[in-house]
C-alpha cells in the first residue's frame, strides 16, 4: 500500500504515477517476488495505478481513514511518506513527529504482521529544511518490529517542479530508494519464513 500525500499519489510527474512507475519497475525486472499495489485510489500511467495518495493531507487525516483502506486491503506492506503538508501550515516538527508514531502504531495494531518502509520527508524542501531535519531526526528514533525507517534523497531544484512536489528525475530516485528499502525487508522476511 502506497500510503501518503501528493507526493505518493504521483503529482509533478509526467505520468501521474510518481515514484510509483520506477519503483514497480524495478520490482518488474526481477523475478525474486511480486508486488500487488493496494488502495482506494487509482492514478497514473503504470500497470497496477493502486494507491493511497491524498493530495494536501494531514497525518492526522490519514490516520482518521487508515482502519477502513487497512481493513480492505489487508496490505502485507505499507510504504509510508507523510508529514509535509503538516510542516508546511506550520505545524512544529516534533508534534507532528510524535502524529507519525501514533499512525505508524496504528497501522501496526490494526494489521499485525504489517512491514511498514517509511521515507522521510525531502531534506531539500524549499524553505521547510530546518522544520524537515527536526521531523526527520524524530522519525529515525521510531523503532518497531518489522518496522524501516530509509531518508529520502536529497533531491536538487533541477529535481523538482514546485517546492515540494518532485518532477520524473526526483521521483525515479525515490522510486529507487523504496526499491532496496523494500527488497531489504523482503531478504528479512523470507529469512524469517514469513513471505507467502
Known amino acids: 500500500m502506497p500510503l501518503g500525500d501528493s507526493i505518493t499519489a504521483g503529482l509533478g510527474s509526467t505520468t501521474g504515477a510518481g515514484y510509483r512507475l520506477p519503483?514497480?519497475?524495478?520490482?518488474?525486472?526481477?523475478?525474486?517476488?511480486?508486488?500487488?499495489?493496494?488502495?482506494?485510489?487509482?492514478?497514473?500511467?503504470?500497470?497496477?495505478?493502486?494507491?493511497?495518495?491524498?493530495?494536501?493531507?494531514?497525518i492526522t487525516q490519514i490516520r482518521a481513514e487508515i482502519d477502513g483502506w487497512l481493513a480492505t486491503a489487508q496490505p502485507q506492506y505499507v510504504l509510508l511518506h507523510i508529514g509535509i503538508n503538516d510542516l508546511a501550515w506550520g505545524a512544529d516538527p516534533n508534534a507532528a513527529a510524535d502524529q507519525l508514531v501514533g499512525l505508524v502504531d496504528e497501522i501496526?495494531?490494526?494489521?499485525?504482521?504489517?512491514?511498514?518502509?517509511?521515507?522521510?520527508?525531502?531534506?531539500?524542501?524549499?524553505?521547510?529544511?530546518?522544520?524537515?531535519?527536526?521531523?526527520?531526526?524524530?522519525?529515525?528514533?521510531?523503532?518497531?518490529?518489522?518496522?524501516?525507517?530509509?531518508?529520502?534523497?536529497a533531491l536538487t531544484t533541477s529535481e523538482m517542479v514546485d517546492e515540494l512536489?518532485?518532477?520524473?528525475?526526483?521521483?525515479?530516485?525515490?522510486?529507487?530508494?523504496?526499491?532496496?528499502?523494500?527488497?531489504?525487508?523482503?531478504?528479512?522476511?523470507?529469512?524469517?519464513?514469513?513471505?507467502?
Open 108 to 153: 501496526q495494531a490494526r494489521q499485525p504482521g504489517v512491514t511498514i518502509i517509511l521515507m522521510g520527508l525531502i531534506p531539500t524542501s524549499a524553505g521547510l529544511q530546518t522544520q524537515v531535519a527536526a521531523y526527520n531526526a524524530r522519525a529515525r528514533t521510531i523503532m518497531r518490529p518489522h518496522f524501516y525507517y530509509v531518508d529520502a534523497p
Open 23 to 58: 519503483l514497480w519497475n524495478r520490482i518488474a525486472a526481477q523475478s525474486r517476488y511480486r508486488v500487488d499495489y493496494v488502495g482506494s485510489q487509482q492514478a497514473g500511467a503504470v500497470p497496477d495505478p493502486d494507491h493511497e495518495g491524498h493530495r494536501g493531507w494531514q
Open 165 to 196: 512536489h518532485p518532477n520524473d528525475s526526483g521521483y525515479q530516485r525515490i522510486g529507487d530508494v523504496l526499491y532496496t528499502a523494500l527488497n531489504r525487508a523482503e531478504v528479512a522476511r523470507q529469512r524469517a519464513g514469513t513471505s507467502p
